[in-house]
């Protein structure tokens, strides 16, 4: 691995229990608590840096946080769960920690035991990018359990149409992490008809992203419900960002095709300033990234998410691999 920045600021966000959902930029706001898909992406990053006690805490709140077949997706600021069942979306994201953690042998066992349990759960799921996460975990198990939720995710797509080739009626948030999914198990496993949904999904997003507007994540400010000719352009989020740079990145370890690694750089060059309003997404001095782009300006607070989607898009584009 290359000369990896230092990252002061996230590094603060980890204690001795968890990861810290949310910050204002520079103080952390404990009244939010902790987050389960928090810790399952951060689990994901402090493993691809090597940070052993990192992973070790993290982890040890992912298990903590078991309930039942699922998990609680929040605890307090007194490190007590809420009782409530985690979004299938922040479970799913557990079984892509695990997979990726098996793939390190970190912890193998638990990780296998957590993947068998809990997939039976996800098996449930009306969610797509449930799926999604799940098959991006389920490729480090095995080709059979990686063909099944491929399957289950490209049912989603069986009845879409080449207008609209997206199985909900609204463009949301995420949506990148899809025709990731589909790319990764096609880079793979070596599935043509993957890697062509994958392709044609991302093509379809980039050009949402991109029409008649500076290029940039569609903003929550009204989404974009089909049928709208332009994407709103605030509040856009580093996390769909992120798993843009992703996908194209996947895209070009495909293909070879230089177009696919300039589309990936140029989502990356969104947390430099090349976005609409031409800031600088992060503070290079402690990689503290910023939560988005409003109206009014840069969005200063600095939550978890935020600070692991940026640091899991520049350690992937720094080594050239997909997770």
Not at 150 to 162: C, M, P, Y
Request: net charge negative; charged share 25%.
């Amino acid at each position: 691995m290359g000369t990896f920045p230092s990252t002061p600021y996230f590094d603060n966000l980890i204690d001795d229990f968890g990861i810290w959902q949310h910050t204002d930029g520079e103080n952390i706001l404990r009244k939010e608590g902790y987050s389960l898909d928090d810790a399952a992406r951060g689990l994901i990053l402090t493993l691809a840096l090597g940070r052993d006690e990192q992973s070790e805490t993290l982890l040890s709140y992912i298990l903590k946080s078991r309930a039942l077949n699922s998990f609680y997706g929040f605890a307090d600021s007194d490190r007590k769960f809420i009782p409530v069942v985690a979004s299938d979306d922040a479970t799913a994201q557990t079984i892509w920690a695990a997979g990726y953690a098996l793939s390190k042998n970190f912890h193998a066992d638990e990780m296998k035991l957590l993947i068998a349990n809990v997939t039976q759960y996800l098996d449930k799921t009306k969610y797509v990018r449930g799926f999604a996460y799940t098959l991006l975990g389920a490729i480090y198990v095995s080709k059979d359990l990686a063909e099944h939720y491929f399957r289950k995710l490209q049912t989603f797509f069986d009845n879409t149409d080449d207008d609209w080739p997206w199985p909900e009626s609204i463009l949301t948030y995420g949506n990148g992490i899809i025709p990731y999914a589909f790319l990764r198990y096609s880079l793979v496993y070596g599935d043509e008809t993957a890697a062509r949904l994958g392709r044609k999904i991302l093509l379809f997003l980039e050009e949402r992203c991109t029409y008649k507007r500076q290029r940039g994540p569609i903003g929550n400010n009204g989404w974009l419900p089909r049928g709208v000719e332009v994407a709103p352009m605030y509040s856009q989020q580093p996390i769909d960002a992120a798993y843009m740079v992703w996908a194209w990145l996947c895209a070009y370890q495909l293909s070879g095709n230089e177009t696919d690694k300039e589309h990936s750089e140029a989502w990356m060059q969104w947390f430099d300033g090349n976005n609409v309003i031409r800031a600088k997404m992060y503070d290079p001095e402690d990689m503290r990234c910023f939560d988005g782009i409003d109206s009014w300006g840069v969005h200063y607070n600095s939550g978890a998410e935020s600070n692991i989607c940026l640091l899991l898009s520049k350690y992937m584009t720094q080594e050239n691999i997909t997770i």
